[in-house]
């Protein structure tokens, strides 16, 4: 696959920044379309559960709730998490602590989508930066570290969201 010439915006200190260090940030920069791809599975997903609990008496109009609510851009996915909670708690369709374990991790995988997508890399002489505004301006080292609990985050979530899909099927 071609790897794409688009413009980035990079903020390095010019006399520390070297070859490597655009090379990582570029590695970053495909990283983050990872994130965003997998931000938009799991909207997807939570939108799907949405249309099978709340919406599940319209059936016979289930693309035109898809396409005129689920997947309007005035129903964000803080509306679609906001829903989401309403199903899960109204439905049973998750025990105990798995409803906020479901609830943390999606806050932070739309947190994580919402930096990288609004957010500048940068290079502090050793280490990429995420620079983001999330009611304050926030730096983030991008380290293992943080791809780790990032990654935990979104599988957790992506879980937790098929345990919904499964009790959602066993009582249909």
């Known amino acids: 696959m071609r790897d794409l010439k688009l413009p980035a915006l990079y903020k390095g200190h010019p006399l520390f920044t070297l070859e490597e260090d655009f090379d990582e940030a570029r590695e970053i920069r495909r990283m983050s379309g990872r994130i965003i791809s997998a931000t938009s599975a799991i909207d997807q997903v939570i ?95 991008l380290d293992e570290p943080y791809f780790d609990e990032l990654e935990r985050h979104f599988l957790t979530a992506w879980t937790l969201l098929g345990e919904v899909q499964l009790s959602i099927k066993a009582t249909a």
């Open 47 to 141: 939108a799907g559960i949405i249309a099978d609990t709340i919406f599940r008496e319209v059936k016979e109009y289930r693309e035109l709730v898809f396409g005129s609510v689920l997947s309007s851009d005035w129903c964000s996915l803080a509306a679609k998490r906001k829903l989401l909670s309403i199903a899960v708690e109204q439905f049973d369709l998750l025990s105990g602590s798995k409803k906020g374990e479901l609830e943390k991790s999606l806050k932070k995988v739309t947190q994580y989508r919402n930096a990288f997508a609004h957010g500048t890399l940068g290079h502090n002489v050793t280490v990429q930066e995420l620079h983001y505004f999330e009611g304050s301006p926030r730096r983030d080292i």
